[in-house]
T-cell receptor, first 110, second 117 residues
Framework: DAKTTQPPSMDCAEGRAANLPCNHS???????VYWYRQIHSQGPQYIIH???NNETNEMASLIITEDRKSSTLILPHATLRDTAVYYC???????????FGQGTELSVKP | GAVVSQHPSRVICKSGTSVKIECRSLDFQATTMFWYRQFPKKSLMLMAT?????????EQGVEKDKFLINHASLTLSTLTVTSAHPEDSSFYIC?????????????FGPGTRLTVL
C-alpha cells in the first residue's frame, strides 16, 4: 500500500472550514483514498473515501487532484467535537488491511 | 453504521497473568477482523488479521505465541495477551468489515485499555 504524508497538526476556528491535506504520490491505479478520524481514547471512525472523483457525504468532502497524488479532506463548518486525529490511508478497495500513518491532529478552537 | 463492541473497556492485571479481550460485531457477520495496538501519542499499529475458522495472520514482529487470536464465530474474535508484562500495557482496538458493504469501510470497536502492573 502506498505511503501517505500529512502535517502533524493543524488549528481551525470553530465554524470555519477545516482543510486537511494529504500527499500520496506513490498511489497506484487500484488504490483508494480513505479518511478516518480518532477522537481521544476512542476507536477510529470512518469519514469518507474516494478513487478519483470528488466525494461528499454528511460529514465531509474529499477533493482528489487529477493526478491523484494528493487529496484534501474538508470539514465545511468545524465544531469543537471535530477535534481529533485525522488519518489519510491509501489501500486497494478490497485490500482488507488499513495501515495507519501518523495522521494530523486537528484542534478546533472557539 | 455497523457496530463493533469490545469487552472489557479497561483492565488492570498483574504481571505474568493472561488477559482475554473480546471483539464482537453486533449487527453483521464478519469473516475477517483486525487487531491493533496503540501506545500513547502514537498511531495505531496493526497486529494481526483474524480469520473465522482459520489461523490468524500476524504482522511482522508480532509474537503469535504472546498474542493468541481466536475467531471462533462470524461475530466474535478474541485476543489473549499471555503472560502479560508492563510493556504490554497499551490500547487494543479491533475492527471488522461487513461482507457486503459497498463502501468497504472498516468499523472499529471502542478499544480496550490494558494496564499491566
Amino acid at each position: 500500500d502506498a505511503k501517505t504524508t500529512q502535517p502533524p497538526s493543524m488549528d481551525c476556528a470553530e465554524g470555519r472550514a477545516a482543510n486537511l491535506p494529504c500527499n500520496h504520490s506513490t498511489i497506484s491505479g487500484n488504490e483508494y483514498v480513505y479518511w478516518y478520524r480518532q477522537i481521544h481514547s476512542q476507536g477510529p471512525q470512518y469519514i469518507i473515501h474516494g478513487l478519483k472523483n470528488n466525494e461528499t457525504n454528511e460529514m465531509a468532502s474529499l477533493i482528489i487532484t487529477e493526478d491523484r497524488k494528493s487529496s484534501t479532506l474538508i470539514l465545511p463548518h468545524a465544531t469543537l467535537r471535530d477535534t481529533a486525529v485525522y488519518y489519510c490511508i491509501v489501500r486497494a478497495h478490497q485490500g482488507g488491511k488499513l495501515i495507519f500513518g501518523q495522521g494530523t491532529e486537528l484542534s478546533v478552537k472557539p | 453504521g455497523a457496530v463493533v463492541s469490545q469487552h472489557p473497556s479497561r483492565v488492570i492485571c498483574k504481571s505474568g497473568t493472561s488477559v482475554k479481550i473480546e471483539c464482537r460485531s453486533l449487527d453483521f457477520q464478519a469473516t475477517t477482523m483486525f487487531w491493533y495496538r496503540q501506545f500513547p501519542k502514537k498511531s495505531l499499529m496493526l497486529m494481526a488479521t483474524s480469520n473465522e475458522g482459520s489461523k490468524a495472520t500476524y504482522e511482522q514482529g508480532v509474537e503469535k505465541d504472546k498474542f493468541l487470536i481466536n475467531h471462533a464465530s462470524l461475530t466474535l474474535s478474541t485476543l489473549t495477551v499471555t503472560s502479560a508484562h508492563p510493556e504490554d500495557s497499551s490500547f487494543y482496538i479491533c475492527s471488522a468489515s461487513p461482507p457486503s458493504g459497498s463502501k468497504n469501510e472498516q468499523f472499529f470497536g471502542p478499544g480496550t485499555r490494558l494496564t499491566v502492573l
